[in-house]
């Protein structure tokens, strides 16, 4: 018995013994549990690298939500907790009048929560939807949209992504330089088309200094962009973006909320987005101010005062022909024999001896200095004619558009004064070419109503130049046509093909010409493509500006160089001689345009304030200012006399090619590269209209004619085309009775043309101010230009396929 007792006594010390050991294995394996196990934390991240990986961005931005969300810790004193605990009496102290105070840290397990400015702390819904990968996302997922949307929004969607492109790069590029560079160059080359200077000048920037620096970045950075979008285009986006709140589009939202100015309007219209682009977000009213002062600057428009020696030279000589006109007159009648034949040969014939006005009443109207009782003695129809001209006179007194209202107009200039630009004396050369000029004007084709003619075009191509020409240009006498080539060489043509061969021209010269063409003449000396050429006002010099960073006078007598200007530090893109004749202009890669005189090797004037390259220059009528037109989207006027900028013309979308001042000297046409014509008044500055109708393609030509009512146009798109300057502006012409379709006149022909040779995506429906369009079959138009006569003549080269 005893044995067995002491047996279950063995037995139960051995079974408290394993019992006890299994009690302290539990609880060590229960202290261990803790340590293995992850924390809250890493478990919240995990959970979100899943729902990331896994693409449930929803879920993982509520889980971001709800994480970041704090508990209040439980108080053993509340009393929910303890039965015994009692309510606190509310402290006689106000709040904050303890001096001990300390600041309310972050609340246990929010360590290292980041604050704003004031101290308050920045939820992590707000630092997570910052983040930079977020930004790629967000767009993305805009973008998506945008391309899936119907065609009927597309085109105003893909007009707001521009903006919200721009404005989410640059605030990657201050949040993640390496972002940025990735969300540019996968998204840039969507804007290429249209915005390629801009996308171009974005490329470099990777910092918050570069950002500084670039002028296009800085104004993007520290403006609002103004866009005019239609109300349920705005509504439905703004929908969609609220619908994806959580997956970016709260980013998208606070990007237009902070940076975008919408114009809501309920049908868009080309008028409507003439105001759009960057606007000043900061200091708007100086702004303001400035741009007023700029173009607030008293301007004299009015035709360079004459030389009274000279006038009076001229009148003399204009008396002398008048005389001999008479006489020529009187003889035919004289000797007029009889017969009902005879007489209307002899009247045919006497229709080139016979003017309705004078040459000296002529030559005063050309120097608006033509007298009431002058212009009623000059207008007086004879018997025979009253009948044919009753209705043309009719139109006359009621139409804005006659030289009468022009003259009217001009009076009203302020005239400069004679002293600002000293010139040379005249010569008896001058008074001939004086002559000339006021025998073309009188035999001029008038175009002062469009009802009664359309202008004439003569087109001259170019073959076999292998795509080498680069620039043409015509003489103001229309007898000659000179073309710079990328072999750095100058050809010069006759039109009416008369021999340019002459005795001053040297023996080994004159060889060459004999042996190759009379009628053609070559000129080297330059080291790089010609890209520009200028005659002078009588037509005796060329001027020529070339990618060897120089400018090269030419005499037409000789056929050889007579200086070489040198200054600009990078290729000359244009030159144009002053109407006056002894001045010139240049414009650069350099972003400058200087002014030069023929008698001396360095500039007079150098015209700094562009931002970009000065692709186009051109003086106005008295010869006292400057244009400017400039790859940085602006036009400038400058003061010869002073070298300063006194108008600023706002309002392109692309690099202003050419430009041209209508022949009274109030009014700027300015052709770009997209192909918009802006009409701008030069004494307030401002936009007058806008003209559109060669597609998407470049302008690389504009003329007026004589009586400044009708603009022509040369383009890239292969055509020549006429529009009506006064339609749709303070001064309206008279509106056909008909529709003028001749030529492809008709718009909706016109549209047709244009969607036949260039396709329905680049062409854009004309205004209602284009009158005519003429097209070639390959070539695009370099140079348009009115002769006195008011004939146009239009060229360029042949492109081969």
Not at 22 to 37: C, T
Not at 209 to 216: L, P, Y
Not at 699 to 705: E, G, Q, V
Request: aromatic content about 8%; proline content about 5%; hydrophobic content about 30%.
């Amino acid at each position: 018995m005893s044995q067995n007792s002491d047996s279950q006594q063995s037995k139960g010390q051995t079974k408290g013994n394993s019992s006890g050991n299994n009690q302290s294995s539990q609880s060590q394996q229960q202290q261990a549990r803790p340590s293995s196990q992850f924390s809250a934390q890493d478990l919240n991240r995990i959970v979100l690298e899943y729902l990331n990986k896994k693409g449930y961005h929803k879920t993982e931005a509520m889980l971001r939500a709800e994480s970041g969300r704090t508990l209040t810790p439980q108080d053993k004193d509340s009393l929910k907790t303890n039965k015994n605990a009692k309510i606190p009496e509310p402290s006689k102290k106000p709040p904050g009048s303890d001096k001990n105070a300390k600041p309310v840290s972050n609340p246990p397990g929010m360590t290292g929560t980041k604050r704003d400015a004031e101290g308050g702390i920045v939820s992590k819904q707000m630092e997570t939807l910052n983040a930079p990968e977020n930004y790629i996302r967000a767009y993305s997922l805009l973008k998506n949209w945008v391309d899936s949307s119907l065609e009927l929004y597309k085109n105003e969607l893909n007009y707001i992504m521009y903006p919200i492109f721009i404005y989410m790069f640059l605030n990657l590029v201050k949040r993640d330089v390496i972002q940025a560079r990735r969300f540019f160059d996968k998204y840039s080359t969507d804007f290429k088309l249209y915005h390629s200077t801009e996308i171009n000048r974005l490329f470099s920037v990777n910092s918050m200094d570069h950002i500084k620096e670039n002028e296009i970045a800085s104004a993007f950075n520290d403006n609002r962009y103004r866009i005019t979008v239609s109300r349920s285009v705005f509504s439905l986006l703004l929908y969609f973006l609220s619908e994806n709140e959580s997956v970016g589009g709260s980013l998208i939202i606070s990007i237009i909320n902070q940076y975008l100015e919408p114009n809501i309007v309920n049908t868009v219209h080309s008028k409507a987005k003439l105001g759009d682009g960057i606007k000043n977000l900061k200091n708007n009213d100086s702004i303001k101010g400035i741009d007023s002062n700029v173009n607030s600057v008293p301007v004299k428009l009015g035709p360079f005062p004459r030389d009274e020696e000279f006038v009076k030279e001229v009148e003399t000589e204009l008396k002398i022909r008048d005389d001999q006109e008479k006489q020529q007159l009187e003889q035919s009648k004289g000797d007029q024999p009889t017969g009902h034949e005879q007489n209307n040969d002899l009247s045919v014939a006497n229709k080139d001896i016979q003017h309705s006005t004078t040459l000296l009443n002529e030559y005063k109207a050309l120097n608006h200095e033509l007298t009431s009782d002058s212009k009623e003695t000059s207008s007086k129809p004879n018997d025979k004619d009253k009948n044919d001209d009753s209705i043309t006179k009719d139109l006359d007194s009621k139409s804005p558009l006659g030289v009468n209202n022009v003259l009217k107009a001009d009076y009203k200039l302020e005239i400069p004064s004679r002293e600002t630009i000293p010139l040379p004396p005249k010569t008896s050369l001058d008074i001939k070419l004086e002559i000339q000029k006021v025998k073309e004007s009188r035999d001029a084709i008038r175009l002062d109503n469009l009802q009664v003619a359309m202008p004439t075009v003569c087109m001259y191509t170019f073959h076999n130049t292998n795509r080498g020409m680069t620039s043409l240009e015509f003489s103001d006498d229309s007898r000659l046509v000179a073309a710079g080539f990328q072999d750095s060489f100058i050809k010069i043509w006759s039109l009416d093909g008369t021999s340019l061969i002459s005795n001053r021209i040297p023996s080994t010269k004159r060889k060459e010409m004999e042996l190759n063409d009379p009628a053609t003449s070559m000129l080297i000396g330059h080291s790089g493509a010609v890209y520009s050429t200028s005659f002078s006002p009588d037509n005796r010099f060329l001027l020529s500006g070339s990618e060897d960073k120089t400018v090269r006078l030419w005499s037409l007598d000789t056929h050889t160089a007579l200086v070489s200007y040198k200054g600009h530090n990078h290729p000359v893109w244009d030159v144009k001689f002053s109407p006056l004749g002894h001045y010139f202009a240049t414009a650069s890669h350099d972003q400058t345009a200087r002014l030069w005189s023929s008698d001396h090797i360095y500039p007079l004037r150098i015209f700094a304030g562009h931002l970009s390259d000065v692709d186009s220059v051109t003086f106005h009528p008295n010869g006292c200012y400057v244009f400017t037109g400039s790859s940085d989207k602006t036009c400038r006027m400058w003061d010869i006399n002073s070298g300063d900028s006194v108008r600023l013309f706002l309002g392109h979308t692309a690099p202003v090619l050419s430009t041209a001042v209508t022949p009274d000297g109030r009014w700027l046409c300015s052709g770009s590269e997209d192909g918009i014509i802006n009409v701008w008044d030069i004494g307030t500055g401002k936009r007058l209209k806008q003209m559109r109708g060669h597609g998407k393609n470049a302008i690389n030509s504009l003329t007026f004619n004589k009586e400044g009512n009708v603009l022509i146009s040369g383009g890239a798109d292969h055509t020549v085309r006429v529009w009506d300057l006064k339609k749709a502006t303070n001064e309206p012409s008279l509106e056909p009775e008909e529709p003028f379709v001749g030529y492809i006149g008709d718009v909706t022909a016109s549209v047709n043309q244009d969607i036949k040779e260039y396709g329905r995506r680049r062409t854009i429906i004309p205004t209602n101010d284009l009158v005519a369009s003429f097209y070639t079959k390959r070539t695009p138009v370099f140079k348009v230009k009115f002769t006195r006569n008011n004939i146009a003549l239009a060229g360029g080269a042949f492109r081969d396929v």
